[in-house]
């Protein structure tokens, strides 16, 4: 049975810092391209970042400079180092994981940025 499951969502002040982090068991991990999605309210559902299995990286235009995506293959885990956080980064932020014409997601973490 696959799980992806994502955690370090928060409430963070404009210009903070927030670690996500995300865990994806039932597969072979390290032959999964990883992403993280994110959808704002009244909005659809964008990619953020991806990360292949050779360890090359993409960003949103939007995140560039400020986001950063890294995984740990023998954690089975995939991270988003989000930096210099704006109001309009706030988001319910998914974790996929895409591989062999399959795909899987977690349920989200919120993560809102306000004073």
């Known amino acids: 049975q696959v799980q992806v499951v994502e955690s370090g969502g928060d409430l963070v002040q404009p210009g903070g810092s927030l670690r996500l982090s995300c865990t994806a068991s039932g597969i072979f991990f390290h032959m999964y391209t990883m992403a993280w999605y994110r959808q704002a309210p009244g909005k659809q559902r964008e990619l953020v970042a991806t990360i292949t299995t050779s360890g090359s990286r993409n960003y949103a235009d939007s995140v560039k400079g400020r986001f950063t995506i890294s995984r740990d293959n023998a954690k089975n885990m995939v991270y988003l180092q989000m930096d210099s956080l704006k109001p309009e980064d706030t988001a319910v932020y998914y974790c996929?994981?895409?591989?062999?014409?399959?795909?899987?997601w977690g349920q989200g973490t919120q993560v809102t940025v306000s004073s």
């Open positions: 996929n994981s895409n591989a062999f014409s399959q795909s899987f």
